[in-house]
């Protein structure tokens, strides 16, 4: 059974940092991209940042880039995403995903989601 799960949010200060993961179980992702999505309260899932399968490339939302880094361990099976000055606009609760469009920036880029993980950034 493939079973993708985050960890690390939680509740932080606004200027403060996080660094998420997403453990990857039930086969390999090697070959597979890895995307970041956050979804806040009312508003639809939005892209945040992707990775292709050797680390050659990485993509991000113009709201996170500079802010954001994502990257990942083929042998963990793993994808981080390294978040930095946080803001209040940055709450939202995070999805890992894992799919074979390189380059994805949509929810249908993806095959594989991970249940997702609460982000809180205080003022």
């Known amino acids: 059974q493939v079973k993708l799960v985050e960890s690390g949010g939680g509740l932080v200060q606004a200027g403060g940092s996080l660094r998420l993961s997403c453990a990857a179980s039930?086969?390999?992702?090697?070959?597979?991209?890895w995307g970041w999505f956050r979804q806040a309260p009312g508003k639809e899932r939005e892209f945040v940042a992707g990775i292709s399968w050797n680390r050659a490339n990485t993509h991000y939302a113009d709201s996170v880039k500079g802010q954001f880094t994502i990257s990942r361990d083929n042998v963990k099976n793993m994808v981080f995403l390294q978040m930095n000055n946080l803001k209040p606009e940055d709450s939202a609760v995070y999805y890992c995903?894992?799919?074979?469009?390189?380059?994805?920036?949509?929810?249908?880029?993806?095959?594989?989601w991970g249940q997702g993980i609460h982000v809180t950034v205080s003022s």
């Open positions: 039930g086969r390999s992702f090697n070959t597979y991209a």
């Open positions: 995903a894992a799919g074979v469009v390189a380059g994805g920036r949509t929810i249908l880029d993806y095959n594989f």
